[in-house]
């Protein structure tokens, strides 16, 4: 799977456990940077990501900030992109089952690399249910149509 990863100086440290970890599971991994702790603005990172989810250049995208809630709120703003933000293994399966998410986001903050590992792998391996969450996607999606 073609997965991009990204994060800013505060979640540079996890993204580069996570980029080793999905490389070992044999994925084509695309770092979108940082490349360093250096003070930075997190949409830097996240925009371009998303808008290679969104247009199919990356199948999924990974995204790390402090708590997650800055590049969620980025992400989120590319049409095609549902970025969630996850703190559990639980979220992470949700996210996928439930809301079938492009974009997983996490807070460096909030969880170990190895809590991130763990959510990647189930999130990575979760199909989405569809039926009646595909309706509910559906009314998702239709907002996008509407500016």
Same mark, same amino acid.
């Given at each position: 799977?073609?997965?991009?990863?990204?994060?800013?100086?505060?979640?540079?440290?996890?993204?580069?456990?996570?980029?080793?970890?999905?490389?070992?599971?044999?994925?084509?991994?695309?770092?979108?940077?940082?490349?360093?702790?250096?003070?930075?603005?997190?949409?830097?990172?996240?925009?371009?990501?998303?808008?290679?989810?969104?247009?199919?250049?990356?199948?999924?995208?990974?995204?790390?900030?402090? !708590?997650?809630?800055?590049?969620?709120?980025?992400? @989120?703003?590319?049409?095609? /992109?549902?970025? *969630?933000?996850?703190? #559990? &293994?639980? !979220?992470?399966?949700?996210?996928?089952?439930?809301? @079938?998410?492009?974009?997983? /986001?996490?807070? *460096?903050?909030?969880? #170990? &690399?190895?809590?991130?590992?763990?959510?990647?792998?189930?999130?990575?391996?979760?199909?989405?249910?569809?039926?009646?969450?595909?309706?509910?996607?559906?009314?998702?999606?239709?907002?996008?149509?509407?500016?």
């Amino acid at each position: 799977m073609r997965i991009g990863i990204g994060s800013d100086h505060r979640g540079y440290r996890h993204k580069e456990v996570l980029k080793s970890f999905l490389s070992e599971l044999g994925h084509d991994v695309h770092d979108y940077g940082t490349h360093s702790e250096e003070s930075c603005d997190y949409p830097d990172f996240a925009i371009p990501l998303a808008r290679d989810v969104a247009s199919g250049r990356m199948e999924r995208g990974i995204l790390i900030c402090n !708590t997650g809630i800055g590049m969620c709120i980025t992400a @989120n703003k590319v049409k095609g /992109v549902y970025a *969630a933000l996850v703190t #559990t &293994p639980e !979220t992470a399966e949700s996210a996928r089952r439930h809301n @079938n998410s492009n974009v997983l /986001v996490m807070g *460096a903050s909030l969880n #170990t &690399p190895d809590e991130m590992k763990n959510m990647v792998d189930i999130w990575l391996r979760t199909p989405f249910e569809g039926g009646r969450h595909e309706r509910r996607i559906n009314k998702i999606k239709s907002l996008e149509n509407e500016n």
